[in-house]
Nanobody, 121 residues
């Protein structure tokens, strides 16, 4: 299990940009699925972007952020990033880093504590 710590959240005006980072306390090499999720009060946590390894690197984005957000993974430094451009008020949420790995028949899922992103003028 690794500890995940998000950073980079804050207040930004519509149209602005933020870069979220997720620092892992250990190696992320074995994590085949890493992603960013977000949650607003009263709603379920939803996938924003994910990066999967195994047979090559693939990415997945929520339709609402496609073309504006970019996920990247820095394995050498055990970090996951989310570049968010052209932010909209509806992007306001707590953003969580997620890491998932499978060992045998067991799947391990780790979450960070979240970082608040507020998009407002």
């Amino acid at each position: 299990q690794v500890q995940l710590v998000e950073s980079g959240g804050g207040l930004v005006q519509p149209g602005g940009s933020l870069r979220l980072s997720c620092a892992a306390s250990g190696s992320i090499v074995s994590y085949s699925h890493m992603g960013w999720y977000r949650q607003t009060p009263g709603k379920q946590r939803e996938l924003v972007a994910a990066m999967m390894t195994g047979g090559g690197m693939t990415t997945e984005y929520a339709a609402a952020v496609q073309g504006r957000f970019t996920i990247s993974r820095d394995t050498a430094n055990n970090r996951l990033h989310l570049q968010m451009n052209n932010l909209k008020p509806e992007d306001t949420a707590v953003y969580y880093c997620n890491a998932r790995r499978t060992a045998g028949i067991t799947t391990y899922i780790d979450w960070g504590q979240g970082t608040q992103v507020t998009v407002s003028s």
